[in-house]
C-alpha cells in the first residue's frame, strides 16, 4: 500500500513525440491496483483523476496541456462512457479491509461501524460537480440479507458502466445486486464466490476493445474466464489471466441503472 504521502506522475505517452512520457499533475490519492483512477472523459482530450487536497479526496479534471478544467468535491471510481456522469465512494474506507483498493490519506469518518450509515455510493454530474447520494451502504446491506454477512465489515468498490451509460455495477460484501434509477433494486446473484470483475479493455488479440469476463469460483476452485471481443462471439479461455483460487468470503457485484 502507497504511503500518505507518496506522489503519483499523472500525465501520457506521445505518439507524434517517440512515445515520450507528457506529464499533467500529480497526485497523492492512488493504490497500486487501480492508480489515482486516471480516466478519459467521454470523447474529449479531458481526464479525470483522483487527489488529496489535504482536507478530502477530490477529482481534478485537466485538459492534456495540463491545464485545469475543474475539481469534483468527491473522487472518480468510474465514468460514463460520454463523460456526462461518475460514481464515487469512499476510497478511505476500504483502508479497513481491501487496502490493495484503498487510499493512504484521507479520513473515514464512519470507521468504528461495520456498516456505514451516512456514507455510501455517489452519482456525480461532472460538468457542475453536482453530487447525489443514491443509497447508503447500510441501505444496501438490509436488502436481501445474507445471514453469513453478520459482523462483516461493509463497502463499496469496483463500480462501472454499462457501454450505454445506462447501468453500472458495483462491488458490496454479500451479493450482485440491480435497480433502476435507485430505485426497485432487486438482487442478481449470491451463490458462489466472485473473485475478480468484468472489466472493458485494449485488446491486441481483437484489434479493439474487449471485456475481459468475471473469474467465478465454486467453493474454492475457479470455473473459467473469458475474453471476448466487443460485438462478436469471440471468446478465448484463460489467455491473459493467470488461473487463481479464491478466499470464501470474497464480496460480490451488484448492477443498477442510472437515472440523469
Known amino acids: 500500500m502507497a504511503r500518505a504521502g507518496d506522489e ?3 500525465g501520457y505517452l506521445d505518439e507524434t513525440q517517440n512515445h515520450e512520457f507528457v506529464s499533467v499533475g500529480r497526485t497523492t490519492a492512488w493504490n497500486w491496483h487501480q492508480g489515482a483512477q486516471l480516466q478519459w472523459l467521454g ?3 479531458k481526464i479525470v483523476y483522483n487527489d488529496f487536497d489535504g482536507r478530502q479526496h477530490v477529482a481534478r479534471i485537466k485538459n492534456l496541456r495540463g491545464q485545469s478544467e475543474g475539481v469534483l468535491t468527491r473522487p472518480v471510481a468510474a465514468t460514463s462512457p460520454d463523460g456526462s456522469m461518475a460514481l464515487s465512494y469512499s476510497f478511505a474506507r476500504l483502508r479497513g479491509s481491501p487496502h490493495g483498493y484503498a487510499y493512504a490519506n484521507g479520513i473515514d469518518l464512519e470507521a468504528d461501524k461495520q456498516i456505514p450509515q451516512k456514507d455510501g455510493l455517489w452519482l456525480l454530474k461532472t460538468h457542475c460537480d453536482e453530487a447525489r447520494l443514491l443509497f447508503t451502504v447500510d441501505q ?3 436488502m436481501e440479507h445474507e445471514p453469513s454477512m ?3 465489515f461493509h463497502y ?3 463500480c462501472q458502466f454499462s457501454r450505454r451509460g445506462t ?3 458495483f462491488f458490496i ?4 445486486m440491480i435497480t433502476g434509477s435507485g430505485r426497485a433494486i432487486r438482487l442478481i446473484l449470491m451463490e458462489g464466490v466472485f473473485t475478480y470483475f468484468q472489466l472493458r479493455a485494449w485488446c491486441p488479440m481483437f484489434r479493439g476493445e474487449a471485456e475481459i469476463g468475471l473469474l467465478r469460483t465454486l467453493g474454492p476452485l475457479l470455473v473459467a474466464m473469458g475474453i471476448m471481443s466487443l460485438g462478436t462471439n469471440q471468446t478465448m479461455f484463460g489467455k491473459l489471466a493467470e488461473i ?3 478466499p470464501t468470503g470474497t464480496p460480490r457485484c451488484r448492477m443498477m441503472d442510472v437515472g440523469c
Open 150 to 152: 453478520n459482523g462483516a
Open 244 to 246: 487463481v483460487s479464491a
Open 8 to 10: 503519483l506522475d499523472i
Open 173 to 176: 460484501a454479500g451479493r450482485w
Open 43 to 45: 470523447n474529449s482530450d
Open 140 to 142: 444496501i446491506a438490509r
Open 167 to 169: 447501468r453500472f455495477k
Open 156 to 158: 463499496f468498490s469496483h
